[in-house]
């Protein structure tokens, strides 16, 4: 099976640590969390956009 780019809400949720209901209260506030995309109805996180949110959400001290 060849690896996609793309995750689902749950493997999204476990990569960065949070929970399903967090990312999806995100999305519906629309101005939060990584970016996403939709194929019909499916919702799917890039592993690079992930990254990305990871690396913005640091905090330097």
Known sequence: M???PF???ASAADYL???Q???SRWRSIGNQG???RKFGGAVRYAK???D???RDAEVLR
């Open 2 to 4: 060849t690896e996609t």
């Open 7 to 9: 995750l689902t809400q």
């Open 17 to 19: 640590g949070l929970s």
């Open 21 to 23: 209901a967090t990312l």
């Open 34 to 36: 990584p970016a996403y």
């Open 48 to 50: 690079a956009d992930l």
């Open 52 to 54: 990305t949110f990871a």
